[in-house]
């Protein structure tokens, strides 16, 4: 399986100049060039090279590598917009929303990120460094840091292209790696049921409860500091507001790979597998007062199931997708299904047989149950592919950070 290992460079003052000079005319190529792309209806990459490759070079004075890959680049973000179109991804065709993504040519920011093929980079990761194409010369000898997991995965197993890129003032390479995987336990002898949830972000059959309330507590801070700084509206607070972006996102992210690997590490431990719900389009289902909609808006269930399964698949576990269709109202005792039955948030008590558990609990259970059903029946163990590369290659596939290293790595 393919996965990212992210390490931070520690450039002098300029050598990151040279990297931001890179970046910055990488992605002003490829602008043009998307632009070109839009106006000639031309999209295809051996098409689209033979019209811009010598303009690319030229005026932007990039190698022949940073051309191809600047070129490259935009025929990805097309295939993708063009998927998202096709998937409704970008509401109903003719809607506000698809028409801004479909009636204008793409951009990419000055800072997104640009590929680099091993022509134009190489690694030293005894020395901690690697030697990096730039608009300026070839750079050499820029330091990078990296945890022990993360140099040992570079070592065995980096393949293909890195990503450069640039975030918070901060210089980073994703390096594709790809590791081996362990093969698939088609054999489990039970399931691990996981119930998502906000108020408890994970709930086993175990009766382990993985509580909210510390991320919780930490989005309505995070929250109410937007839209005070925001109705302030001052230079000051533009920058602070600038600062503290994706702070939330990166604790939500932190705190996700931490279950995961705990869940992960308890099924492999016992042998089982695991049993998740199949929450595709609950946003779009689940109608909600206006105070409840920011909560349920920044619930990153989705992120802890890819991280699970990612995790799972690393190390051979299965993973099953039941239906969650009254999961929360059904009796994991005698299976009586009643709106009553969930008395409160916490709380289940069965109408039928006076079982009373907690209300996630129960909920675990009756998931646990509904992935033995499917077993039963047959259905394949799955354990879904990380997510594909974006095409700005900008945050969209699985990596590694230094954070990860310590709580959550694959290599763990």
């Not at 689209?48 to 004075?61: I, M, P, Q």
């Not at 609950?282 to 206006?290: A, D, F, G, P, T």
């Given at each position: 399986m393919k996965l990212v290992v992210q390490v931070k460079l520690l450039p002098t003052p300029v050598q990151a100049a040279a990297l931001e000079a890179t970046l910055h005319a990488c992605n002003k190529a490829a602008t043009w060039v998307s632009e070109t792309a839009f106006e000639h209806g031309e999209f295809k990459n051996f098409a689209?090279?033979?019209?811009?490759?010598?303009?690319?070079?030229?005026?932007?004075?990039l190698g022949a590598q940073a051309a191809q890959h600047s070129i490259k680049k935009v025929c990805d973000a097309y295939t993708t917009l063009k998927a998202n179109l096709r998937g409704g991804n970008l509401g109903r065709p003719g809607s506000r929303r698809y028409r801004r993504a479909a009636e204008k040519p793409i951009a990419f920011r000055p800072q997104g990120a640009q590929p680099y093929d091993d022509r134009m980079l190489s690694w030293q990761i005894p020395d901690r460094t690697v030697s990096i194409w730039t608009t300026s010369g070839r750079v050499k000898s820029m330091a990078f840091t990296a945890s022990p997991e993360q140099l040992a995965t570079l070592a065995l197993y980096r393949k293909g292209e890195s990503d450069l890129l640039q975030r918070d003032g901060m210089w980073f390479l994703n390096a594709t790696c790809d590791v081996p995987e362990t093969p698939l336990n088609s054999d489990p002898v039970d399931f691990l049921g996981i119930d998502l949830g906000i108020v408890n972000i994970a709930t086993t059959s175990d009766g382990e409860i993985m509580a909210g309330r510390e991320l919780n507590r930490t989005r309505r801070r995070e929250r109410g500091l937007r839209t005070k700084l925001q109705r302030k509206n001052t230079l000051s607070a533009k920058r602070r507001l600038k600062k503290r972006r994706r702070k939330e996102a990166r604790r939500a992210r932190d705190i996700n790979h931490k279950i995961a690997k705990h869940v992960v590490a308890e099924a492999e431990r016992t042998g089982r597998g695991i049993a998740l719900e199949d929450l595709?389009?609950?946003?779009?289902?689940?109608?909600?007062?206006?105070?409840?909609?920011?909560t349920h808006s920044s619930w990153s269930f989705a992120q802890l199931g890819a991280f699970i399964a990612y995790k799972a698949r690393r190390v051979g576990v299965a993973v099953v997708y039941v239906d969650p269709a009254y999961t929360s109202r059904t009796c994991a005792e005698c299976g009586h299904v009643d709106r009553a039955n969930r008395v409160s948030q916490a709380w289940f008590a069965c109408r039928s047989c006076g079982f009373v558990d907690h209300a996630d609990r129960n909920g675990s259970r009756n998931i646990r149950a509904r992935a033995r059903e499917l077993w039963r029946r047959g259905a394949p163990p799955t354990a879904p592919a990380p997510p594909r590369k974006h095409p700005d290659g900008a945050g969209r596939k699985r990596s590694i950070t230094p954070s990860d290293a310590r709580c959550a790595s694959p290599s763990l």
């Open positions: 689209l090279r033979k019209r811009t490759y010598d303009a690319v070079k030229s005026r932007w004075h595709t389009g609950i946003r779009e289902r689940v109608r909600l007062n206006k105070p409840q909609r920011a």
